[in-house]
Each structure stands twice: as structure tokens, then as C-alpha cells.
């Protein structure tokens, strides 16, 4: 069974940083890109980052390049996002999510399994 | 502001069908496949049609997709009550090289 469990959410102020990580388990986890997706509170879902089955290529989306950072271990099956900078509309219910593929992008932009999310507060 | 557009909301009553529109564009939907995910309250959203029309293992023919240049649609027959939750269409944005989500179409069964 697929497990995907997120944690390191917590409330953090402006122009600090958080790191999350995402724990996974039930598939070889080396061989599948690895997204995380945020939901702000009451909104909708927003990508954040994905990153392929080896770590070697990366993804962003204009609203966090330069600020978050993906990565993953394969050797402890775990995801991390570090979040530096971090603002007020950062705040959201951050998922980590398992691709369908080794890379992530055209043609294979599924997200098969989810974790249940941790929540990232970024407040004074 | 969402690349894919969705209504807001849908309703229909206990074994009727509905239909969530997805509308988007050349450069994303009308270039590649789209997923549509089901986010029931308080959970995390769940695969339900990937590559237009095919349902992951133990989704139930209830659910079907299809696409038609830049749109897609996702259906629903028999609806439950169990089946009220907030659905989402996915795709990749050529243009944006970015994965792009659609606002979210809220399901009531009245």
C-alpha cells in the first residue's frame, strides 16, 4: 500500500524558513517523480514543485522559484521542500504527491497517491 | 484566476447524473491528457480519471471522463450522497511549463 506522510508544518513568521518532509512507502521510490501541491485555506489546489525519480531535474512555478527548494533522499524514501522567504499567502495545507512516471511533466502529470497534507502557517 | 475553468458549483439530486466542465486552451488541454482528482471534505484529493477517460483500480464506472479539443468533462451516474465533495480537472500547460488545476467545481446531492 502507498503511503505518503507529510510533516514539518508549523507557524512560522514572514522572511523565515520552514522545511517539509514527506515520508513515503509502499513503492520503489526512486523510479517515480514526487510533487508537492498546496491548498490555501477555503481555495483551491496550487502546484509547488515536483521533482524526477532521480533528483535530477526539477520544477517550479514562477510564484515560489527562487524561494522553495525541492529535494529527495532515495536512500531514506523521503521528499523535503525547504521554504525560505516565506509570506503571508504561503499559508496553506501543503501534499505531497506521487507521480505516475519517472519524470514529471508533459504527458505524465498524473498524481496517483496523496499524502493527508501538513499545514504551514506563515503569521506575525 | 484559473487557467482551466470550472463552474463553481453543480447539484443534482440522489441517482440523477451530472456533468463538471472543464474549458481551457490550446496550449493545455487541447495539447495533452487531463486528470480529474475528488476531494471529499476534510481529506486529501484522490486520482479518480487520469489520461481523459480511464479510472484508477476501485473507482467505480460511475465516474467517466471524456475530452473534446480544450474542454473536458467529468460525469457522474447514480449519484450518492457520498460522492458530495469538491472535483478538480488537472492538465499541463505547454506554455507555462507548469502543471495547471482548474478552480474546483463543488458537488451537492440535494
Known amino acids: 500500500e502507498v503511503q505518503l506522510l507529510e510533516s514539518g508544518g508549523g507557524l512560522e513568521q514572514p522572511g523565515r524558513s520552514l522545511r517539509l518532509s514527506c515520508a513515503a512507502s509502499?513503492?520503489?521510490?526512486?523510479?517515480?517523480?514526487l510533487i508537492w501541491v498546496r491548498q490555501a485555506p477555503g481555495k483551491g489546489l496550487e502546484w509547488v514543485s515536483a521533482?524526477?525519480?532521480?533528483?535530477?531535474?526539477?520544477y517550479y512555478p514562477d510564484s515560489v522559484k527562487g524561494r522553495f527548494t525541492i529535494s529527495r533522499d532515495n536512500s531514506k524514501n523521503t521528499l523535503y521542500l525547504q521554504m525560505n522567504g516565506l509570506r503571508a499567502d504561503d499559508t496553506a495545507l501543503y501534499y505531497c504527491?506521487?507521480?505516475?512516471?519517472?519524470?514529471?511533466?508533459?504527458?505524465?502529470?498524473?498524481?496517483?497517491?496523496w499524502g493527508q497534507g501538513t499545514l504551514v502557517t506563515v503569521s506575525s | 484566476q484559473s487557467v482551466l475553468t470550472q463552474p463553481p458549483s453543480v447539484s443534482a439530486a440522489p441517482g440523477q447524473k451530472v456533468t463538471i466542465s472543464c474549458s481551457g486552451s490550446s496550449s493545455n488541454i487541447g495539447n495533452t491528457y487531463v486528470s480529474w482528482y475528488q476531494q471529499l471534505p476534510g481529506t486529501a484529493p484522490k486520482l479518480l480519471i487520469h489520461?481523459?477517460?480511464k479510472r484508477p483500480s476501485g473507482i467505480p464506472d460511475r465516474f467517466s471522463g471524456s475530452k473534446s479539443g480544450t474542454s473536458a468533462t467529468l460525469g457522474i451516474t447514480g449519484l450518492q450522497t457520498g460522492d458530495e465533495a469538491d472535483y478538480y480537472c488537472?492538465?499541463?500547460?505547454?506554455?507555462?511549463?507548469?502543471?495547471?488545476f482548474g478552480g474546483g467545481t463543488k458537488l451537492t446531492v440535494l
Open positions: 489520461d481523459n477517460n
Open positions: 509502499g513503492f520503489s521510490f526512486s523510479t517515480y517523480a
Open positions: 504527491a506521487k507521480g505516475n512516471s519517472f519524470y514529471y511533466g508533459p504527458g505524465s502529470h498524473t498524481l496517483d497517491y
Open positions: 488537472v492538465t499541463w500547460d505547454s506554455s507555462l511549463s507548469a502543471v495547471v
Open positions: 521533482i524526477s525519480g532521480s533528483g535530477g531535474s526539477t
